[in-house]
Structure formats: C-alpha cells, structure tokens
C-alpha cells in the first residue's frame, strides 16, 4: 500500500519544525526522518502477526469449497483477498468476504475475530452458515460501524448483544430466517442507524412507534415479512429518509400514503403489494426529489396523473395493478424527462382513440404494459414512443394479427422485445432480421405460422442479429423443419418446443457453442439423436427434448461435453436399458425420463452421484428393483409412479413437496414415515394403487401444509387417524379401496378447505355425521361401499359446492331430505369455459427456464373412481366436468323429493336398488343434461312423466322392476333403449315393448307380431307401393294410350322409320367421301 500525497507533504513540514525544536537534545531527527521517508517510500504496511493468527484460525472454521480463500496463506495478510488494513497502522480494518461472486463459504463463525480489535467492516454475506444463530461474541466488536450479514443462512433468534454496538451505523440482516419472531426491540434503541436492511428476514408482529426513535436513518428495508403497523405516525420523525422499502408490509389503514408524502427527502419509495385501497392521494406529487416510486400491485385507483407532472426527477415508475382506464397516460409520459423504466403491467390499459391521437416521443427505455387489454391498433401510437426504448414487454395483450413491418422498423434500438402470449398470426416479418441490437426475442404463445428458413437459415441470416441470445418461439403454429442457426453464434438459450416442427434434428444445432438451453420438445420429430448433436455443446445447462418421436441413440460409454443441470427426455425413445450416460452429469438437478420405454431395474447410483437433484420424473415406465432410503437426498418432486418398483416404501427427503409412488408393487407397513421429525414442506402424497399394508400411522400433523393425500386400493386396516385433523390445508383424502373400519373422525371437521373425500370401498360404520355438513368446500364426497346407517342427515344440504355425492351401497334408511335445490354446483350450468389445469389440491407449476417461464409441469391430481353407466370407472381429466348423485343399493323409503327436479346440471342419478314409492317426479325433464338415470328396483308406481321425452341427451336408463303403467313417452331417445330398460313393469306398455297399449289395439295389425309396430308402413313397404304405382302410370299410361288410338300408334312408328333413314343416308354419304378420299 502506498501513502497518498498529502501524507508525504505532511511528514516534509513536520520534520523541518520538529528539528527546530529538538535539536538541542542531541538526537539524530535528520536520521529517523530518514527511516520514516524509507517507510513512506516503500509503500508497505507489514500485517500484525497477532491478527495474521485470528484470521488463519477464523478460516480453519469454514470449508471453502470454490478457494474463496486460496490467497490466505502468505505471511502479508494485508495483501490477502478480502482483507483491508489501515494504510498508517496496519491493522485489519475490513473484511470483504461476500459470497455473491467468488461463492459461497460454509461452516462457522470463529471466535477469533474478536482478536481484530480495529475491524470497523464485517461482511459476510451471501454465505451458507448452516442455520445457526448469529453469533453471541459480534456484539463485543463495539469498533463496527458497518455489518453486513445478508443472504447469510442464519436463523433463530437475533442476539440481544448486538444492541451493544453502539458505534454501528449499518446494520444489514436481509434474506435470512429469524423464525417469525419480532423485530428485537433493541433495534429501536440503536439511535446511532443510518440504515437498516431486515429485507426478507421472516420476521413478523407489529412494527412499534418506537422505530421513530431511529432519527439518524437514512436508509429503511423493513419489506417482504408478515409485519403489520396501526400507523405510519412514526415516519414523520424520520425526516432524513431517503430509501424507504415497505413492500408487502400490511399497510391496508387509511391515510398511509398522506404520511409517507412528508418525507421531502425521499429518493427510493418501494410499496409493492401493501394492501393500499383507495385513491392515490396527490400529495405523493410533494416528493420532488423521488428518483424511484414503486406503487405496484395494490387496490389503488385514480382519476387522473397531474401529480405525477411534479416528480420531474423520477427515473423508475411502477404504477402495475394500478386502473388506469380513465386516464391518459400518455400524455403525462413526455413531462418525466429523466423517466428511464416505466411498468404499467395489469393496469387495464386499451388502445382508445386519446392514445392513437398521442404524438409525443419520450425517453424510456425500459417499457412494461403486459397483461392488458391492448389490440393491434396500439402498435400506431407504440411506434411513436419506441426509438428510445431498450426493452418492451407487450406479453398477455389482445395483440392480433401480423406483426407490423412499421413498429418493428421502430424499434431502432431495442435489445429485449416480448409479445409473447398473444394471438399474433401470419409469418414471423423478416424486417425482425434488421434489429441488429437485439438480444432477446420473445414470441411464444401466438398463432404464428410458416417455416423459420427465410429468416433464420444459415445463408439468409448471415450477418443479422448477430447479438441474439435468446430465442423464443415455442407454443406457436410453426412448421418445416428446424433451420440451421449456426450464423446466430451469441445463442444461449432456443425455445422451439410445441410446434410442428418435423424431420430430423439437424447436426448442426451441435455448433452453437454458447448454448445454455435447448427446447425441442412436443414437435414431430423423427430420426435418430446422436453424439454428434452435442458435440460442441460444452455449456448446455438444461436439455429439453421430450415428447417427439425420435431414437436418442449414443455409446453406452458415452461422455458428453456438457454437465447438464436439468434434462428432459420424457415421451422421448431413450429405452429400453437406463442411460448410463446420465452418471456423468454431476450437476444435475432435475431428469425426466417419464414415459421413454424403459424396461430396466434402476441403477443405484441415480440416488448417489447427483447431490443438486432436485426433483425426478420417471413415471409411466416399466422400472423394476428397489428405492432406497431417500431421506438423505435433497429430492423435493419425487415421482415414480406406474412403473413396477417393489421392496419397502422408502423414506424421503424432509423437505420434499411433491411424492408420488403410485402404481407400483410397494409392501409392507409406513409407519416409518413418523422416523422424520417433520415434513414441513410436503404438499402432496400419493401411495395408491400399491401392496402397503398395516395401520395409518397417526403422526400426519408433522406435515402441517399436506394439501392432497391418496392411501386408496392398498391393504390398510385399523381406523381413520384422528391426527388427520392437524391438516388445516388438506384439500383431497382418498382412501378408498382398503380394509378401514371405524368411524369417520370427528377431527376431519377441523379441515375446512376439505374439497375430495374419498373413503369408498371399506368397513366404516355409523351414521354419517352431521357436522359433515360444516366443510362447506366440499365437492366430492364418496362413502360407497360401506356399512353406514341411519338416516340420511339434513345438514349434508349445506354443501352448496357438490357436484359428486356418492352414498351407494351402504346401509342408510328412512326418507331423502328434500333439499337438493340447495346444491348450487348442481343447479348451474357450466357458463365459464373450463380450465382444463385446474385441479383440486395442489398442483405445481415447475419452471424450465430462471429467464423464460414458458414451460410448466402440472401433475393432475384430482381423480376419484365413480359408478357411471354401470360401470366403476376412474376419472382422471374430466372430473371437474362430472356432476352425480349415487344413492343406490340402501334401504331408503319415501318419494323423490320434489327438490331434484331444481339440480339441473346433473349428468347422472342412481336412486336404484331401494324401497322408494311413489310416482316419479313430474318436472324430471328439467333436468335437461341428464345421461344416466336409474330408478330401476325399487317401488315406483304411477304413469311414467311426459317431461322425460325432453331428456335429449340421456344415454343410460333402467326404470326396470318397479310398478308403473301406462303408455311410455314417445321421443327418439326414449324409443331408442332396449325394453330390457323398462322390464319388470308389468302395466307399462308401447314401444320399445312388445305390450300395446289399449289405443294402440284397436289398429289391426300388418306386421309380423314379433315385430314392433309404431302405426306407420316401413321403409320397405312404402318403396314397393312407389314402384307400383310409378310402372302403372309411367309403363301402361304410354302404353295403354297407343293401344286405344291407332292414329297415334301409327305417328308413333313413323317417326322412328324417318330417324332411321336419316341415320341411314348420313352414314352411307360419310363412307362414300371418305373411300374417295
């Protein structure tokens, strides 16, 4: 280190006064200012070697796996990375140990330190210490002014011995796990803060007023903790703030913003999502020096943007979720001179005539109005604005059309354009190719059509966007084959996946060297993949070529260039033997190998050689062996389910989410699962369909967010747990298919986001319960095949949501509860277009891309097994659109309640196999979407009711063994049934029964009498009588009249004679001409 200059003149006038004044003691001062200018001279301050051996000790107490510290071993500890030291003493006044860029270290934080008596900097952010506790011994620094422990992977309880820094004037906390407790109130005591940063820290409580207290703030980052304050009165003692973060803070009260508008010396306000309401007051116009405003993503409203004309310094805006509808926004844009980015995303924006009429230029760069209603029309007024613009982002608009030549000729200098997820049509404009700046390309998600060589093959290419990295095009309409992209050498990451890409992939996609990520995937292709697709893709970082209809076929020695950290090849040819490649791929941190036609037991290294897995998708294979103990891995998505494993169910990670190990051959008990002490993350569970046997363990509240839980088709006994009521997000149960007995826990009424219950198939006894009527969510409910009694209770009416109630073949007695009408769901009609993503329960949306999250994994679990048409089917994914009320097979008594003629939604009704009476319901015809009805074996009686004639869409019906008489109903779809449907009715009669009714007898027969008669001639019948009569009067009306009038017979035969003779002589006149000839 070197002395600055001011430094050297310093010691020149002090040594010439110093010997002046001592020169009389007889001391050399010409001889010790030689050796301090030798000092100076040098420019080295030596390291203390007593804080050398605190530092050396406080590095034996990490383990630094990426050589953060390799530098740390020299005897000048002043030169080592990270360490500062005072240019005139030498002592270690800072460390610098961020982890951001060198990476992270681990393990703990020695002791030592407290040897660097001088240390006034400590950071230490963007480390891994493990979860433990800030350590005590930092509050004994009392030199700190500035500590930095962010992103640090602390947890537990901040130390109250940090108050006890009185010198500090940061304190930076950001991004780590204080466990929900409150802000210390030591904090509040710490006068001397200039900024304090406790951003993402898991706090939660009240924020005190004492926070007022904190005068010297400069800087405030209270954002994204489950903090709440009764007012914001503290800010106004907080006059000097100029960075204020409150984001996701509960700031719903009134007149929250009035106080933050007294802050004059604000640079940075950032308020997303506080659960502000009402109008933005335009006192916010009072903050003249805001560089920075962020109001996203609240209930605000306003009528206009006058204020926004005094923010003349603003540089950032974020009004998105905010209405703007009956604004002109536009028009306020010009007056932000120094406005750089502007985010209007969500905001209702329309392409109104006061937009297209707006001239104005602006100096944005940065442009983000997506999720709006704009149309094309908005690219007129767009292209006024644009020639500044570096990004723009138009996704999830009403953008229709082709893209405009004149709006991409606009865009002079864009690097990021986004129209993705709009209804874009035609070809992809080849004036694209002119943005020479362009470097992200986002258009998935449209209607775009054609073939991509015009633009992007090789030879047409050279030479445009050369600057291109990311390219996405996937879900659109695209066709052809894939063309050679080896002129776009910038390409990081290509999205072509859902087109209809068809041919090969070509070999030269194995040039882009710089590729990252790769997506083909649900395309046609066809052909064989080989070692020579990759074999310059060194940096290929996520591959996915899932669901096309290609051979991956490589060396089983193979070692490719790259070290993958997400590969998908589900629905890809990869089998039948398990890659042996993949061991090579150290990184990994997801594989999908579903549905890839392997037959093969698994390899024990897939759990061992991967400690970045993160989830695992090998369903719908035919994978036989065991799974091991997984508890060790760090695997959160875990599905193995329909292939053949076998062996005892294996224990998984702690902190998995989503489990699926159905359809396989799994034994034996799972009561292990209770050996964890808690699964806090796990959402989902499905064991189904396997050979597990043995108790449910009763230790489900250690899995406090379980949301969806399927045991069903195993060999389970015992009771129901009761510990199932800890369940507060549970959502779907399904234990159908087992041996429980018992009856259902009252614990189950504490779940009240309960949607699918499904116990069918078991012992349960008892009644049912009343307060079953108190999940007032649910829509499935399945008791079938039970041994429950009683009655029917009344209170099963409150759920007003089933659209799936199935009490068959139980044992329940006495009448139905006239109450139906109460079932909404049953009652309405679908007049939203069905979503075919949703799904009760949890389902995860899994991101392919940290850049472009186009590509989504939703496993479906929402299924429930159901008697429809006769048959036990399983509905997998068209559940939602199901509606049915099962009842049969009980001993229910009384009439149809009038109340199920209300459920006009309904699809099936099977009230069979009862003791029911009286007639059938008259106005049964208003439930006009019924297919299945079944009323057979029970006790009816009466005529049937002419309203079932309008039940068009019935496709099932068996009235069979009841009492009823009279004539059936005359309707196609009536007719249409076998008489099996009405046999057993000894008094009803018509067709399709052979029985005529007695106004139908008195017609005499013509048919066959084993034939049915409806009254009327057949097809047959009516042809004969119309050829009959056509030879009658066609043949014999010719015929007969040339045998009674001889003049006409005689004209008749005269006439042919002279066409006959002129045929004759033409014929003979040809001939002769042409033998001269």
Same mark, same amino acid.
């Given at each position: 280190?070197?002395?600055?200059?001011?430094?050297?003149?310093?010691?020149?006038?002090?040594?010439?006064?110093?010997?002046?004044?001592?020169?009389?003691?007889?001391?050399?001062?010409?001889?010790?200012?030689? @050796? #301090?200018?030798?000092?100076?001279?040098?420019?080295?301050?030596?390291?203390?070697?007593?804080?050398?051996?605190?530092?050396?000790?406080?590095?034996?107490?990490?383990?630094?796996?990426?050589?953060?510290?390799?530098?740390?071993?020299?005897?000048?500890?002043?030169?080592?990375?990270?360490?500062?030291?005072?240019?005139?003493?030498?002592?270690?006044?800072?460390?610098?140990?961020?982890?951001?860029?060198?990476?992270?270290?681990?393990?703990?934080?020695?002791?030592?330190?407290?040897?660097?008596?001088?240390?006034?900097?400590?950071?230490?952010?963007?480390?891994?210490?493990?979860?433990?506790?800030?350590?005590?011994?930092?509050?004994?620094?009392?030199?700190?002014?500035?500590?930095?422990?962010?992103?640090?992977?602390?947890?537990?309880?901040?130390?109250?011995?940090?108050?006890?820094?009185? &010198?500090?004037?940061?304190?930076?906390?950001?991004?780590?796990?204080?466990?929900?407790?409150?802000?210390?109130?030591?904090?509040?005591?710490?006068?001397?803060?200039?900024? #304090?940063?406790?951003?993402?820290?898991?706090?939660?409580?009240?924020?005190?007023?004492?926070?007022?207290?904190?005068?010297?703030?400069?800087?405030?980052?209270?954002?994204?903790?489950?903090?709440?304050?009764?007012?914001?009165?503290?800010?106004?003692?907080?006059?000097?703030?100029?960075?204020?973060?409150?984001?996701?803070?509960?700031?719903? /009260?009134?007149?929250?913003?009035?106080?933050?508008?007294?802050?004059?010396?604000?640079?940075?306000?950032?308020?997303?999502?506080? *659960?502000?309401?009402?109008?933005?007051?335009?006192?916010?116009?009072?903050?003249? &020096?805001?560089?920075?405003? $962020?109001?996203?993503?609240?209930?605000?409203?306003?009528?206009?943007?006058?204020?926004?004309?005094?923010?003349?310094?603003?540089?950032?805006?974020?009004?998105?979720?905010?209405?703007?509808?009956?604004?002109?926004?536009?028009?306020?844009?010009?007056?932000?001179?120094?406005?750089?980015?502007?985010?209007?995303?969500? !905001?209702?924006?329309?392409?109104?005539?006061?937009?297209?009429?707006?001239?104005?230029?602006?100096?944005?760069?940065?442009?983000?109005?997506?999720?709006?209603?704009?149309?094309?029309?908005?690219?007129?007024?767009?292209?006024?604005?644009?020639?500044?613009?570096?990004?723009?982002?138009?996704? /999830?608009?009403?953008?229709?059309?082709?893209?405009?030549?004149?709006?991409?000729?606009?865009?002079?200098?864009?690097?990021?354009?986004?129209?993705?997820?709009?209804?874009?049509?035609?070809?992809?404009?080849?004036?694209?190719?002119?943005?020479?700046?362009?470097?992200?390309?986002?258009?998935?998600?449209?209607?775009? *059509?054609?073939? +991509? =060589?015009?633009?992007?093959?090789?030879?047409?290419?050279?030479?445009?966007?050369?600057?291109?990295?990311?390219?996405?095009?996937?879900?659109?309409?695209?066709?052809?084959?894939?063309?050679?992209?080896?002129?776009?050498?910038?390409?990081?990451?290509?999205?072509?996946?859902?087109?209809?890409?068809?041919?090969?992939?070509?070999?030269?996609? *194995?040039?882009?060297?710089?590729?990252?990520?790769?997506? +083909?995937?649900?395309?046609?292709?066809?052909?064989?993949?080989?070692?020579?697709?990759?074999?310059?893709?060194?940096?290929?970082?996520?591959? =996915?070529?899932?669901?096309?209809?290609?051979?991956?076929?490589?060396?089983?020695?193979?070692?490719?260039?790259?070290?993958?950290?997400?590969?998908?090849?589900?629905?890809?040819?990869?089998?039948?033997?398990?890659?042996?490649?993949?061991?090579?791929?150290?990184?990994?941190?997801?594989?999908?190998?579903?549905?890839?036609?392997?037959?093969?037991?698994?390899?024990?290294?897939?759990?061992?050689?991967?400690?970045?897995?993160?989830?695992?998708?090998?369903?719908?294979?035919?994978?036989?062996?065991?799974?091991?103990?997984?508890?060790?891995?760090?695997?959160?998505? +875990?599905?193995?389910?329909?292939? &053949?494993?076998?062996?005892?169910?294996?224990?998984?990670?702690?902190?998995?989410?989503?489990?699926?190990?159905?359809?396989?051959?799994?034994?034996?008990?799972?009561?292990?699962? !209770?050996?964890?002490?808690?699964?806090?993350?796990?959402?989902?569970?499905?064991?189904?369909?396997?050979?597990?046997?043995?108790?449910?363990?009763?230790?489900?509240?250690?899995?406090?967010?379980?949301?969806?839980?399927?045991?069903?088709?195993?060999?389970?006994?015992?009771?129901?747990?009761?510990?199932?009521?800890?369940?507060?997000?549970?959502?779907?149960?399904? +234990?159908?298919?087992?041996?429980?007995?018992?009856?259902?826990?009252?614990?189950?009424?504490?779940?009240?986001?309960?949607?699918?219950?499904?116990? *069918?198939?078991?012992?349960?006894?008892?009644?049912?319960?009343?307060?079953?009527?108190?999940?007032?969510?649910?829509?499935?409910?399945?008791?079938?095949?039970?041994?429950?009694?009683?009655?029917?209770?009344?209170?099963?009416?409150?759920?007003?949501?089933?659209?799936?109630? =199935?009490?068959?073949?139980?044992?329940?007695?006495?009448?139905?509860? =006239?109450?139906? &009408?109460?079932?909404?769901?049953?009652?309405?009609?679908?007049?939203?277009?069905?979503?075919?993503?949703?799904?009760?329960?949890?389902?995860?949306?899994?991101?392919?891309?940290?850049?472009?999250?186009?590509?989504?994994?939703?496993?479906?679990?929402?299924?429930?097994?159901?008697?429809?048409?006769?048959?036990?089917?399983?509905?997998?994914?068209? @559940?939602?659109?199901?509606?049915?009320?099962?009842?049969?097979?009980?001993?229910?008594?009384?009439?149809?309640?009038?109340?199920?003629?209300?459920?006009?939604?309904?699809?099936?009704?099977?009230?069979?196999?009862?003791?029911?009476?009286?007639?059938?319901?008259?106005?049964?015809?208003?439930?006009?979407?019924?297919?299945?009805?079944?009323?057979?074996?029970?006790?009816?009686?009466?005529?049937?009711?002419?309203?079932?004639?309008?039940?068009?869409?019935?496709?099932?019906?068996?009235?069979?063994?009841?009492?009823?008489?009279?004539?059936?109903?005359?309707?196609?779809?009536?007719?249409?049934?076998?008489?099996?449907?009405?046999?057993?009715?000894?008094?009803?009669?018509?067709?399709?029964?052979?029985?005529? !009714?007695?106004?139908?007898?008195?017609?005499?027969?013509?048919?066959?009498?084993?034939?049915? $008669?409806?009254?009327?001639?057949?097809?047959?019948?009516?042809? !004969?009588?119309?050829?009959?009569?056509?030879?009658?009067?066609?043949?014999?009306?010719?015929?007969?009249?040339?045998?009674?009038?001889?003049?006409?017979?005689?004209?008749?035969?005269?006439?042919?004679?002279?066409?006959?003779?002129?045929?004759?002589?033409?014929?003979?006149?040809?001939?002769?001409?042409?033998?001269?000839?």
């Amino acid at each position: 280190m070197e002395y600055p200059t001011n430094i050297y003149l310093f010691l020149f006038h002090t040594s010439k006064y110093t010997e002046r004044m001592i020169s009389d003691k007889g001391i050399s001062i010409k001889f010790l200012l030689f @050796l #301090l200018l030798c000092v100076s001279v040098s420019g080295e301050v030596r390291c203390i070697e007593r804080e050398r051996e605190a530092l050396l000790s406080f590095k034996n107490g990490l383990i630094d796996d990426y050589g953060v510290l390799s530098s740390w071993r020299s005897d000048e500890c002043c030169k080592w990375y990270g360490v500062e030291c005072s240019n005139t003493t030498g002592h270690v006044i800072a460390l610098h140990l961020d982890g951001y860029y060198k990476g992270a270290l681990r393990g703990k934080v020695g002791s030592s330190l407290l040897e660097l008596h001088h240390l006034n900097y400590l950071d230490l952010s963007y480390n891994d210490f493990g979860g433990y506790s800030i350590p005590e011994f930092i509050g004994s620094m009392k030199q700190l002014q500035y500590l930095y422990l962010m992103y640090s992977h602390f947890s537990g309880i901040i130390p109250p011995q940090i108050g006890n820094l009185t &010198n500090l004037r940061l304190l930076g906390l950001s991004w780590n796990d204080f466990g929900g407790n409150p802000i210390p109130e030591f904090v509040y005591s710490m006068k001397q803060l200039q900024h #304090l940063y406790l951003k993402y820290a898991h706090f939660s409580g009240i924020i005190p007023p004492q926070i007022g207290n904190l005068t010297n703030l400069l800087s405030l980052d209270l954002s994204f903790n489950s903090l709440t304050t009764e007012n914001l009165v503290w800010l106004s003692n907080l006059s000097l703030l100029s960075y204020l973060h409150l984001s996701q803070i509960d700031l719903s /009260h009134p007149n929250s913003l009035q106080h933050i508008s007294s802050l004059h010396f604000l640079y940075e306000l950032h308020l997303y999502s506080c *659960g502000l309401k009402g109008t933005v007051p335009s006192q916010i116009g009072n903050l003249t &020096n805001l560089r920075s405003l $962020d109001l996203s993503h609240n209930s605000l409203t306003t009528e206009n943007l006058d204020w926004l004309s005094n923010l003349s310094l603003l540089s950032y805006l974020d009004l998105s979720q905010i209405d703007l509808s009956h604004t002109n926004w536009l028009l306020h844009i010009p007056s932000l001179r120094s406005l750089n980015e502007l985010y209007l995303n969500s !905001c209702n924006l329309t392409s109104s005539s006061s937009f297209l009429n707006s001239s104005s230029k602006s100096h944005l760069s940065i442009l983000g109005v997506s999720d709006n209603n704009l149309t094309s029309s908005s690219f007129d007024w767009l292209s006024n604005i644009t020639t500044s613009l570096v990004e723009i982002d138009l996704s /999830h608009n009403a953008l229709g059309g082709p893209i405009p030549n004149a709006f991409l000729e606009s865009l002079v200098l864009i690097e990021y354009l986004d129209l993705s997820n709009n209804m874009l049509q035609g070809h992809i404009p080849k004036s694209l190719s002119n943005l020479s700046r362009l470097r992200v390309l986002v258009l998935y998600e449209n209607h775009l *059509g054609g073939e +991509l =060589d015009e633009l992007f093959g090789n030879i047409s290419a050279k030479g445009m966007l050369e600057s291109l990295q990311i390219l996405d095009l996937a879900d659109n309409k695209l066709n052809g084959s894939v063309p050679d992209l080896r002129a776009f050498s910038a390409l990081t990451e290509v999205y072509f996946g859902g087109n209809n890409f068809t041919g090969s992939i070509p070999q030269s996609i *194995g040039q882009l060297s710089e590729l990252q990520v790769l997506d +083909l995937s649900n395309n046609s292709f066809k052909g064989v993949v080989s070692e020579s697709h990759f074999i310059k893709l060194d940096k290929l970082k996520i591959l =996915d070529l899932s669901f096309n209809s290609m051979i991956l076929n490589v060396a089983p020695d193979w070692s490719p260039p790259f070290q993958l950290e997400r590969m998908f090849l589900g629905g890809s040819n990869v089998g039948p033997s398990f890659p042996k490649w993949i061991q090579t791929q150290r990184n990994l941190s997801g594989i999908d190998l579903s549905r890839a036609g392997i037959r093969d037991e698994i390899p024990t290294w897939l759990w061992t050689v991967f400690p970045s897995l993160d989830c695992i998708y090998l369903f719908d294979n035919q994978i036989t062996g065991s799974v091991p103990d997984l508890s060790f891995t760090s695997i959160r998505f +875990l599905f193995l389910n329909n292939n &053949n494993f076998s062996g005892p169910f294996p224990l998984f990670y702690a902190n998995a989410e989503i489990v699926q190990l159905n359809g396989n051959k799994f034994s034996g008990s799972i009561s292990s699962i !209770c050996k964890i002490p808690q699964y806090r993350q796990l959402l989902s569970l499905d064991l189904s369909s396997n050979q597990l046997a043995g108790e449910i363990p009763d230790c489900w509240e250690k899995m406090p967010y379980l949301s969806f839980l399927n045991l069903a088709d195993n060999n389970f006994s015992g009771e129901i747990p009761r510990s199932f009521g800890s369940l507060l997000e549970f959502s779907a149960l399904q +234990l159908r298919g087992n041996n429980l007995s018992g009856e259902l826990p009252s614990a189950l009424r504490l779940c009240q986001k309960l949607q699918l219950v499904d116990v *069918g198939g078991n012992k349960l006894r008892g009644e049912i319960p009343n307060w079953i009527g108190e999940l007032y969510n649910m829509e499935i409910l399945n008791l079938r095949g039970n041994k429950f009694h009683g009655s029917i209770p009344s209170q099963i009416c409150k759920l007003t949501d089933i659209r799936i109630l =199935d009490l068959s073949r139980n044992n329940l007695s006495g009448k139905i509860p =006239d109450c139906f &009408n109460n079932f909404t769901a049953l009652a309405q009609m679908n007049t939203t277009q069905f979503d075919p993503y949703y799904r009760i329960g949890f389902y995860s949306m899994f991101q392919y891309s940290d850049h472009l999250p186009n590509k989504k994994i939703r496993p479906v679990y929402e299924y429930s097994s159901v008697q429809w048409k006769g048959q036990e089917l399983e509905y997998r994914k068209n @559940l939602k659109l199901l509606k049915l009320i099962d009842l049969s097979s009980n001993r229910l008594t009384g009439n149809i309640p009038k109340s199920f003629s209300s459920m006009l939604a309904l699809i099936s009704m099977n009230l069979s196999r009862n003791s029911l009476t009286g007639n059938i319901i008259g106005d049964i015809g208003e439930v006009e979407m019924l297919e299945c009805l079944d009323l057979s074996h029970n006790q009816f009686s009466g005529e049937l009711p002419a309203s079932l004639a309008q039940l068009q869409y019935l496709a099932v019906l068996d009235l069979s063994n009841n009492d009823l008489f009279g004539k059936i109903p005359t309707s196609t779809q009536l007719q249409s049934f076998n008489a099996s449907a009405y046999a057993e009715n000894d008094r009803l009669c018509g067709p399709p029964l052979p029985a005529l !009714c007695p106004e139908d007898s008195l017609r005499p027969s013509t048919t066959n009498p084993n034939e049915k $008669d409806d009254g009327s001639l057949s097809f047959m019948q009516e042809v !004969c009588i119309s050829l009959g009569f056509g030879f009658i009067f066609g043949f014999w009306g010719v015929v007969g009249t040339f045998i009674l009038k001889k003049s006409w017979r005689i004209a008749y035969f005269n006439f042919w004679d002279h066409v006959g003779d002129w045929f004759y002589v033409k014929i003979a006149v040809f001939v002769s001409k042409w033998r001269r000839s």
